[in-house]
Structure formats: C-alpha cells, structure tokens
C-alpha cells in the first residue's frame, strides 16, 4: 500500500514482491474500497494446530538429541516419542505422523532432511580447479576424460517382472541373486561426446597401460592428446610413466616420488599430457556425467545371468550411445562462489565447535584457507572473511582441543622391529604433529588478522581520497 500510495504501477510493485499483479490490483481495489488492509474471512476449517505447536515440532526436530543407538530422527520415531512423551507439545496436543511430515514440509527449516556434500581436502584444490576449467575451455581437440567403474553387480531377478497394465506400473523382483560383478575403463572424447569403453579385468596400472595403448592408437600419431583423470594410484605409477615416455618417443627421467611422476605426467613438451584433478574433485571430470548416464540407461533395473551378460550389456549400450546419442560435452562452470561457500563452511564448523572436527583435518583447511587468503584474497567476500576472522579469534580454545585429539590413533600405521620402539616413534610424531598443528592456528590467526587490517586501511583511504 505504501508503494501503491508513492504512485507506482502495478506492474513494478508485483515484480518487486513477487506476486502475480492480479494480486496487487485486488488488494489495491480492497484498499480504496474498505481502507483496511487486514485478511478477510477464509473460507474452510480453522487451523487445527496453533503457532506454538508447529514451532515445538520444528525445535524437537533441530535440537533433541536422538535416542540412543539411532542415527536420527524419522517421522515414524519422532510420532512415537511424542505419543509417549505429550509434554513436550503442550496440553492436549495430539498430532499425528501425517501431520508432523505437513509441518516440516511447510517451515523453511527442514530438519528431517539431508544432502550428502564433499569437503575440500586438498590445500591447492582452486589452483588445480582452474586449470582443468581452463583446460576445458581451450583445448577444443583430442581432449578426453578417463577413469575406471568399478564392483557393477550382475545380478539376477528371481523372478520375471510384471508387465504394466491398466492405472498399474511394472513390477520388478526385489529378490536377486549374485554372480560377480564387472568394471570397465572408459575414455570420453569432450568434443564429440564419443566414449572408448573396455570391459577390464582389474585396475591395475598393467591394464591401464594396455587400454591406454589401444586408445592413443586410435587417434593420429602427430596429434597431441590431453587426457584428464583422478588421484588414483595406477594412474602415476612409474610403469605408467615409462609407458607414456615409450608412446611419446621421449626420455623419461628418475621419479622417485608420486609427486614427481604426476608433474612430469602433466608436463608439456610431449605428446601426451595428463592432468590431474584435484583431491575430493572427481565431479571436474566429464567422465562421472558418463557414467551416471550409463547406470540410468543401461544398469538400473537390469537383471542379467553372469558376468558375461553383463558386460555384453554394457558393451552394446556403449555401442549405441556413440551411433545414435553422443554429443558434444560442454563445460560451462567457472567455479563462482565456490570459495566464499567453502570459507563460510569452515566459519560454520568452528562456530558449532564440530565434535567430528580432527586434527588432519583442521591442518588441511587451515592451510587451504592459507592459500586462499594469499593468493585469492579477492575472490571471497569481505563479510565472509570478517565472519572468518571473528570466529578463529574467539575459537582458541576450541582450536586447542582439536589439537589434543592427535593420539596413537593417528599414527597407527607406524611400523618399527619392536614394541618399544614403535611407542616411542609415535610419542615423537604425537608431539610433533601437535606442535605444527599449534603453530598453523597461531600463523594463520595473524594472517587473517593482517589480511583484514589491511583491508579496513585501504577502505579507509579510498574513502578520504
């Protein structure tokens, strides 16, 4: 009414709430008309629970810990805890299964829901993210993206399904029975969509190298061939290296470390170059969309009677993709907010004072919030940082006992000859790892300090200028 009142059009005022502007003019007609702008009479029963009620639910739901041994909430659980426990809505308050679910679909908090997300591990994560982002936007020929599925079940139904019928859906066996399973390696070629599909035995760097042979056969020897794929082991093992260095015609030098044989890997200079994604990043690689397409099209509901079936069915559905479905993979996400959200995730954890929080894990963030305020400072919001900065500085504490969770645990793959001399190996590590675990916290904690020192005196300075 205030906006009708200013004299703007209808059209502007629905825009600007979001409502349809049939809905302005009504109110606006109701106004003039009654000069009130209260809700009417509604039509239908009155509410059957009041405002409290639907608050006490959602608070149970956000706040009551779960009965022991059980995971979480359900409606089922949360009904059954409320019928033997009325207190806790109130006064002759009854509610039911139905109308718990109704509540928590109808409030913005959504408590009984839950999606799974990948954390960031790798402390140079956005460096290598951007040059597998630029990698897709500027290599237009001989780009592929490869990787291994492994453990697809072959199983049997045991019994046919159900043909559809008349307002009734097909019925599928939920009984199965179990004949081994299968893994293919997969090549996808980006700019065309084309995907060189094996069925493979293992996963070992031997097989790799042998479909990866077949594979660079099928493209011409004076062409350059960038491949993308994951951390796994087999792929930068030093027969792998050797196999790329024989297939490039060039030497290959002493790589005594993983580190040094997936650098000379992603070098230049030779005909074959491979870049690798970050850890926890598998969703870079174009192959994942493949694959997904491939269980949904070929796997789910399968039932098949070996292996060899199994695999044939795969094979003919690989077959069928490249002759009538491929098309070009377009890469079109540039990693925009990903670091203020991957900040702001950190901020959250140390809010809460995340029980699950351990000392490996804080040192990795730690140093990948490092890297970011570095390097890309600019890239985050200065709320985000702030809201950052305020939260190390009052989690001190909190930080320290996350440091005291480094124990034996940690390093229980330490090996010596003697029982002792383990003990004393891990008593050494503990302290140690403790001691560069309190130093990251107090280096960072001046960093972020610094970092927005710095960036209030240069808003203080373009705002005399």
């Known amino acids: 009414m205030v906006l009708c009142q200013h004299n703007v059009e209808d059209a502007q005022i629905a825009r600007f709430l979001g409502c349809h502007i049939q809905t302005v003019r009504t109110w606006r007609r109701r106004f003039c008309n009654e000069d009130s702008i209260n809700d009417r009479a ?32 359900t409606l089922s659980t949360a009904y059954q805890y409320f019928k033997n426990n009325p207190e806790l809505l109130g006064e002759n308050v009854a509610i039911s299964r139905p109308s718990i679910h109704r509540l928590l679909g109808a409030h913005a908090l959504r ?13 140079d994560f956005f460096t290598k993210m951007d040059h ?13 993206c490869f990787d291994e599925c492994t453990g697809i079940q072959a199983l049997e139904a045991i019994a046919p399904p159900a043909p559809a019928g008349p307002n009734r859906p097909v019925y599928l066996e939920v009984e199965y029975v179990r004949h081994g399973s299968v893994s293919v390696f997969s090549v996808l070629e980006v700019s065309a969509g084309q995907v060189y599909t094996e069925i493979i035995e293992d996963h070992t760097s031997t097989t790799i190298i042998e479909v990866l042979k077949r594979h660079v056969s099928t493209v011409s020897p004076t062409e350059e061939i960038h491949y ?11 027969d792998v290296c050797g196999a790329i260095g024989e297939l490039c015609g060039v030497d290959v030098p002493e790589l005594p470390s993983v580190e040094d044989r997936r650098k000379w890997l992603s070098s230049t200079g030779k005909r074959i170059v491979f870049h690798f994604l970050p850890f926890h990043g598998s969703w870079l690689n174009l192959i994942e969309n493949w694959f997904g397409i491939m269980k949904k099209n070929c796997l789910d509901r399968r039932s098949v009677c070996s292996k060899d079936e199994l695999s044939q069915k795969i094979m003919d559905f690989n077959n069928t993709w490249n002759q009538q479905y491929a098309h070009p993979f377009k890469w079109t996400y540039n990693g925009e907010n990903l670091r203020g959200k991957t900040v702001r995730k950190f901020t959250y954890w140390l809010q809460e004072e995340s029980s699950l929080m351990s000392g490996k894990f804080l040192g990795k963030q730690l140093q990948l919030m490092t890297n970011l305020i570095c390097d890309e400072w600019d890239k985050v919001s200065k709320h985000d940082w702030s ?17 005291e969770t480094i124990d034996s645990d940690t390093f229980k793959n330490t090996k010596a000859k003697t029982l002792e001399e383990r003990e004393v190996k891990i008593a050494n590590k503990i302290e140690k790892a403790k001691q560069v675990l309190q130093e990251r916290i107090s280096n960072f904690k001046n960093l972020i ?17």
């Open 449 to 465: 300090d610094s970092a927005l020192a710095n960036m209030l005196n240069c808003e203080k300075e373009a705002s005399i200028q």
């Open 132 to 144: 597998i982002i630029e990698v897709y936007a500027n290599v237009s020929k001989n780009l592929f």
């Open 42 to 73: 509604r039509l239908g029963a009155k509410p059957k629970f009041l405002a409290e009620t639907n608050q006490r639910v959602i608070a149970f739901f956000c706040q009551f810990e779960t009965l022991p041994g059980y995971a979480r909430w």
């Open 387 to 403: 809201s950052l900065g305020a939260v190390i500085k009052g989690k001190q504490k909190y930080l320290s006992s996350v440091v």
């Open 111 to 123: 408590p009984h829901r839950f999606r799974y997300f990948l954390h960031l591990s790798d402390p």
């Open 228 to 238: 993308i794929c994951d951390n796994y082991g087999s792929h930068s093992t030093i």
